[in-house]
Each structure stands twice: as structure tokens, then as C-alpha cells.
């Protein structure tokens, strides 16, 4: 219970991607809560003006961030997927579609029969629930968060070897 998965959807106006925020309110429940909207994917910007002498020696550490890329390890959830609070952040659809030819998702409306895939083109008529779906779980910081508690307990897990 409580547990969140993250998985990337697209807008289905082609205006841009963000991070869906789904919650297991049930056992094997999950709800979209959150939409996190995506940084727009730029080009790689070339950097103005000379290279420094650093630069040119090969020796310097790049202080900008690297573009945004959103590619967490996956892990594949069972259970009934349904819109929780959450909206697109684009166009304010309150429903979603799996894609059944690249399992990516994309914002649709409720009511809306007549889907098209954003990311690969696919398109026909909605039917069916979606019962699986790939995120990443969000667990990673709560296992950080054990390992450095002061009095230095750790639960019995298994070891890594
Ligand atoms: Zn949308
Ligand atoms: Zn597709």
C-alpha cells in the first residue's frame, strides 16, 4: 500500500511528454495521482565563443547539466490501472490509453473512442483495460534513507555478496 510508480505519458496533441504519478491506493490498484511535466528536449547547445585552454587540453569537467533524460530502471507492475486526480498537464485530458503496439502511454480523453499513438503512429479503436504497465518503482531514496540512519540498524534483508 502506498507504494508509486512512475512511467512516462504522452500528450496526445503531440505538445509534449511528462511523468505520471500512479499510487497503489489497493492491493493491485493503481491511480494516477501526479503529472510532472517533462523539460523540453533540447538539441545539445554548442557552447559560445573559444573553447578555453582547459577545454582545448581535454581536461575540463563539464559543469552544465547533461540533457534531461528520463530512463530509470523499468519494472514491470500487474494489477488495474485507473485516472486518479491527476490531469495532462497539456491539454487537461483526464483519462489514458496503453498503446498495444509500443506500450507506451498517451493522455486521452474519457469519452474518446478513436485513438492515435503519439510515439509510434499506431492507431484504432480503444478497448479493453490495461492490466500491466512498466514505471520505475519509487523506492530507491527510501532504501538510501535506511542505510544511513543513525543508530545504524538495518531490517534483515537479503546480503549482497
Ligand atoms: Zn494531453
Ligand atoms: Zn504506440
Redesign the pocket.
Known sequence: MGQKMETKMYCQTGKGAFIAVFEELEREEWYAMEAKPLPVEKPAEKPAGKPSLLQRLGLAFSTKPTTPSYNPPKKHVKGAFFMGDMKCPFCGNQGFVK?G??G?LTCFPENGKHFK?I??G?EGEVSGTISDMDGSMDNQRRSDSSLNRPDGQRKNGPTLR
Open positions: 498503446c503496439a509500443c507506451e499513438c510515439p509510434c499506431n
